[in-house]
């Protein structure tokens, strides 16, 4: 989420962690099949509030009481979603937003985290993880593709249609849906590339297994055990897990590119070339 203040961020900030409690406990009495239908009636209340902006405004109107606020909710949606995604947006638009924006961007990453949890119980959730960060890099790497898939004036259903034929039977089928839904919501979503939300749910998948992500850029593929070691050291750093997700890059000639978050440590040949060449005289 991306705020003019560090008071505006908080606020909304704040409101998540409240709701997503509220969605945590909710969502651990959930069969599968359940978290499955909790997904889709989020995500698809996110896409109802994101086309609607008076509706988008109302909810999350700080002018509005908590019941008024409840009510319009229900007289939207009762009916039409399960008990348990009702309960989760009552609960979310009972909490103070800083705008419209965050609440219904807060409903997509609850509805995201609902298929993550189902690939966490099923022991898949690495698993999901890997693929997510794979596609990302694709999207990164053929330009082509990204653009079809990311191009609004062309029919959401060709667009879907043209992803699962790219990855038919190569993904998890949490990992399927989330790009599916990550096609879908692209129409709306003006902040990010196609290629970055996708990396940004592969956080969240990492961020579910309690790590933080490393994205390292290689000129060749790292062994397994060089992973493992640079994982320790990485972690060693950082206090936390890190999950370290390879991209191979010959230009780089040698060592590599690190970058956890906003930090980067480059300590490629190509970079130390480089630098080596701004110091010399013109």
């Given at each position: 989420?991306?705020?003019?203040?560090?008071?505006?961020?908080?606020?909304?900030?704040?409101?998540?962690?409240?709701?997503?409690?509220q969605?945590?406990?909710?969502?651990?009495?959930l069969?599968?099949?359940?978290?499955?239908?909790?997904?889709?009636?989020?995500?698809?209340?996110?896409?109802?509030?994101?086309?609607?902006?008076?509706?988008?405004?109302?909810?999350?109107?700080?002018?509005q009481?908590?019941?008024?606020?409840?009510?319009?909710?229900?007289?939207?949606?009762?009916?039409?979603?399960?008990?348990?995604?009702?309960?989760?947006?009552?609960?979310?638009?009972?909490?103070?937003?800083?705008?419209?924006?965050?609440?219904?961007?807060?409903?997509?990453?609850?509805?995201?985290?609902?298929?993550?949890?189902?690939?966490?119980?099923?022991?898949q959730?690495?698993?999901?993880e890997?693929?997510?960060?794979?596609?990302?890099?694709?999207?990164?790497?053929?330009?082509?593709l990204n653009?079809?898939?990311?191009?609004?004036v062309?029919?959401?259903?060709?667009?879907?249609g043209?992803?699962?034929?790219?990855?038919?039977?190569?993904?998890?089928?949490?990992?399927?849906?989330?790009l599916?839904?990550?096609?879908?919501?692209h129409?709306?979503?003006?902040?990010?590339?196609?290629?970055?939300?996708?990396?940004?749910?592969a956080?969240?998948?990492?961020?579910?297994?309690?790590?933080?992500?490393?994205?390292?850029?290689?000129?060749v593929?790292?062994?397994?055990?060089?992973?493992?070691?640079?994982q320790?050291?990485?972690?060693?750093?950082?206090?936390?897990?890190?999950?370290?997700?390879?991209?191979v890059?010959?230009?780089?000639?040698?060592g590599?590119?690190?970058?956890?978050?906003?930090e980067?440590?480059?300590g490629?040949?190509?970079?130390?070339?480089?630098?080596?060449?701004?110091?010399?005289?013109?």
């Amino acid at each position: 989420m991306i705020h003019t203040t560090s008071a505006v961020r908080a606020t909304s900030r704040s409101a998540f962690q409240s709701v997503k409690q509220q969605f945590d406990a909710r969502a651990a009495g959930l069969s599968s099949d359940e978290l499955g239908a909790l997904f889709e009636d989020l995500s698809q209340t996110a896409i109802l509030f994101w086309q609607n902006h008076v509706l988008r405004h109302a909810a999350a109107d700080p002018g509005q009481g908590a019941e008024a606020k409840t009510g319009l909710v229900d007289s939207l949606l009762s009916g039409k979603v399960g008990a348990a995604a009702l309960d989760v947006v009552r609960a979310a638009v009972r909490e103070e937003w800083s705008n419209g924006r965050d609440l219904t961007l807060a409903l997509l990453q609850l509805s995201n985290l609902s298929l993550l949890i189902d690939a966490e119980r099923a022991g898949q959730l690495e698993e999901v993880e890997d693929e997510l960060f794979r596609f990302g890099r694709l999207l990164e790497a053929n330009a082509e593709l990204n653009g079809h898939l990311s191009d609004r004036v062309t029919p959401v259903d060709a667009r879907t249609g043209l992803l699962e034929r790219v990855i038919s039977g190569k993904t998890t089928a949490v990992t399927a849906k989330l790009l599916r839904r990550a096609v879908v919501f692209h129409t709306f979503d003006q902040d990010h590339s196609l290629d970055r939300t996708v990396t940004l749910l592969a956080e969240l998948a990492a961020s579910r297994r309690g790590e933080s992500v490393a994205r390292v850029v290689a000129a060749v593929a790292p062994t397994d055990a060089q992973i493992s070691r640079l994982q320790a050291v990485l972690g060693k750093i950082y206090g936390r897990p890190i999950s370290v997700q390879i991209d191979v890059d010959p230009d780089v000639l040698g060592g590599l590119r690190v970058a956890v978050g906003d930090e980067v440590i480059d300590g490629t040949i190509a970079a130390k070339l480089a630098a080596a060449a701004n110091e010399l005289p013109n």
